[in-house]
């Protein structure tokens, strides 16, 4: 009871130096909104105007209608113009275009069997353009009455992709960022929480009132788990309206897994805390962790093609649980039962954490 | 048999090879005002902080209040109420704010903490700063208000390290006011300090140098028992004059004040203005004049020591 009491104190206390403290605030909302925009827009799937090249075989008016109906999708711009489809994969191969659209000249023919009509070569290296065409693929092609009323159950457009057939990233990056933004705001804020106390003055004067270590590790976590919930509803929220990111899985479980990540990271950033003799030193150990959170945990680079040792690496990481957590909830609609691994292993790492940061947290100068 | 707050006997604390305090013993009674006065760096501020427990001695045995230290720190958080050198209050929370805080801290009941506020925010004065952000006040008003926090939750034993060092002699004679009303009602009161005038009120004065105890006393008996008298000359030729008296064996030191130079002669001499006379023809004509010790004097006779 009184140790309730008194954990309470201390989140008041938190939370009211963060709504005075203007810079730390603007960093909650600033760090994602920033960093949303930022990758948002290089991660735009909206892309427009790619250049691409024509073979069209069939020179038909069918073929020429398709053409323009691609055209107005306004993804692609027409520029270059081939014979063959040797040479426009030639085209592709020096970089002069990203795709070519090869128009077979049995088209009038495939247009009557209803198969699908024409085929895309791509450069798949731009993980995001080749998904870019891939969205071409069923657009639907009904030239006239005639066929109206068969209308075209298959695909418009064979896709080839060229270089990256298996297509990897895209829409694993916008999870992915969740996870990044998190373990940087996160840790930083709590690497520095007890720290300041200490370089402020206020540490001594703590520690000589009856405040256990345990309740003010707990009650220095607590305020900033709201921190990282807002944190996680501005990612998704904005990234939703601005950047038309999917939200598959169910709201209850991004909001779980996030807060178990919250949680483990907070944690993380304590120990920094209690290792840490001035801010600058929290900070620099902060970037620590925040380095091979980017690197290692597979928002840049696919897990499994890591080196062995940086897998170890990685796995100790709460990022890297989160990545995977996040994106299996996020993509395959899973839950933290189907991925209990990771889940468990936040929740324990964050217990522990908060055990050793409470043991390391001497109440004492010595 | 007056009962003692602090019982402390040969203690000593190291940190590596650098010897803070060494062989430091203390009995304070309770209800008294115990000084601590010493120089910047002479242990003062270690020895307080050996005694909440804060830090734990290298050698010797430490009980406060009934309680053995270090062991039992915990139990003792409740009873002592402690004010730091620097200001180690919230400067960016309000003056309430941080009386609740600490009030909660203390886990003080909902009407007590609301009762407590009231009180200690009339009784040093904050009624009107109750909403002022604490960075913006000045010196005085925060340690007032360190005050008023050390003691929210009515401690037995109020550790005061250096409390008056940012503030005017006006707030401190304020300052000492409410600390005689704390004694008063019963409070132990450990006060370290640099300012003779400070170490002057208490009731009982340990005088620290490198380390160590070099007196312990009230200040009416340390100024009793220094050993030397004290003359004061008012005469020309002050510098000259200071340098022949440094090297008679029977003088102790010598101090200029003003036009006037403050002599302080070994009791060995009896009649030490006689003695000055008869043995400096010079001051002749000079203004002689045996004064009442300053416990400035005491300090600079019992301290000092390897310095001159």
Same mark, same amino acid.
């Given at each position: ?366 | ?179 005689? #009303? ?34 312990? #006393? ?78 400035? #004097? ?11």
């Amino acid at each position: 009871m009184k140790s309730l009491i008194r954990i309470k104190a201390i989140m008041l206390k938190e939370l009211r130096q963060l709504s005075r403290d203007r810079l730390t605030f603007a960093m909650v909302v600033m760090i994602p909104l920033i960093q949303l925009v930022l990758f948002g827009f290089a991660i735009n799937t909206e892309i427009r105007n790619i250049p691409v090249g024509l073979v069209d075989s069939s020179q038909t008016y069918h073929s020429r209608l398709l053409t323009e109906s691609v055209k107005a999708t306004q993804v692609v711009k027409f520029g270059h113009y081939y014979q063959t489809a040797e040479q426009a994969k030639q085209a592709i191969q020096t970089g002069e275009i990203k795709a070519a659209l090869i128009i077979p000249a049995d088209f009038e023919q495939r247009l009557a069997q209803n198969r699908a009509l024409a085929q895309w070569m791509v450069n798949g290296s731009d993980s995001i353009l080749s998904a870019t065409i891939l969205g071409l693929q069923r657009m639907p092609f009904i030239p006239d009455y005639k066929t109206r009323n068969l209308p075209n159950q298959g695909k418009t457009f064979e896709v080839t992709l060229f270089y990256n057939p298996s297509r990897k990233a895209s829409i694993n990056i916008v999870p992915g960022l969740l996870g990044v933004i998190l373990t940087m705001t996160m840790v930083l804020f709590t690497s520095i929480a007890i720290v300041r106390e200490r370089e402020r003055g206020n540490l001594e004067l703590l520690i000589t009132t009856p405040v256990s270590p345990l309740e003010l590790m707990i009650a220095k976590i607590i305020p900033y788990i709201f921190v990282g919930l807002l944190q996680v509803i501005i990612i998704l929220g904005l990234g939703h309206l601005l950047f038309s990111v999917p939200i598959n899985g169910s709201l209850i479980q991004i909001f779980l897994g996030s807060l178990l990540f919250i949680a483990a990271s907070l944690t993380l950033g304590l120990i920094i805390s209690t290792l840490a003799q001035t801010q600058l030193q929290a900070m620099q150990m902060t970037i620590f962790i925040i380095l091979p959170s980017i690197l290692l945990s597979g928002f840049m680079f696919p897990y499994e093609g890591m080196p062995i040792l940086a897998q170890w690496i990685a796995e100790v990481l709460p990022a890297t649980h989160f990545m995977r957590m996040i994106r299996g909830i996020v993509l395959r609609g899973a839950d933290l039962i189907d991925l209990w691994h990771d889940s468990l292993w936040l929740a324990s790492f964050t217990i522990l954490g908060i055990l050793v940061a409470a043991k390391r947290f001497k109440k004492s100068l010595d | 048999m007056t009962e003692l707050a602090i019982k402390a006997d040969k203690i000593s604390k190291k940190f590596g090879q650098f010897t803070a305090i060494e062989n430091i013993s203390l009995r304070i009674n309770k209800g008294s005002i115990y000084g601590f006065l010493g120089p910047n760096g002479c242990g003062k501020s270690t020895t307080i902080r050996t005694l909440t427990g804060l830090l734990s001695p290298t050698s010797g045995d430490i009980e406060v209040l009934g309680l053995k230290i270090p062991e039992d720190a915990d139990k003792l958080r409740f009873k002592i109420g402690y004010m730091t050198q620097k200001f180690s209050l919230y400067e960016d929370l309000t003056v309430e704010e941080n009386l609740k805080f600490i009030g909660n801290i203390f886990a003080l009941g909902k009407k007590e903490l609301q009762e407590r506020c009231q009180e200690q925010l009339a009784t040093y004065g904050l009624n009107h700063l109750k909403n002022q952000i604490v960075s913006g006040m000045s010196g005085g008003q925060k340690q007032r208000l360190g005050l008023a926090c050390a003691t929210m939750h009515k401690p037995e034993l109020l550790f005061l390290d250096e409390p008056t060092s940012a503030v005017d002699p006006e707030n401190r004679r304020d300052f000492w006011e409410k600390l005689f #009303d704390l004694s008063e009602a019963g409070t132990t009161i450990l006060v370290a300090t640099h300012y003779m005038d400070e170490a002057e009120r208490c009731h009982k004065l340990a005088i620290m140098e490198s380390g160590q105890m070099r007196a312990d #006393d009230t200040p009416e008996a340390l100024m009793a028992q220094m050993g030397v008298n004290i003359v004061e000359i008012k005469t020309p030729g002050l510098r000259k004059l200071k340098l022949k008296l440094m090297e008679q064996d029977e003088v102790r030191s010598a101090a200029q004040l003003g036009v006037r130079l403050r002599v302080l002669i070994y009791q060995s001499i009896k009649k030490p203005v006689q003695w000055l006379l008869s043995n400096f023809p010079e001051l002749e004509y000079a203004e002689l004049e045996q004064v009442r010790p300053t416990l400035e #004097d005491v300090f600079v006779a019992v301290t000092g020591k390897g310095r001159q």
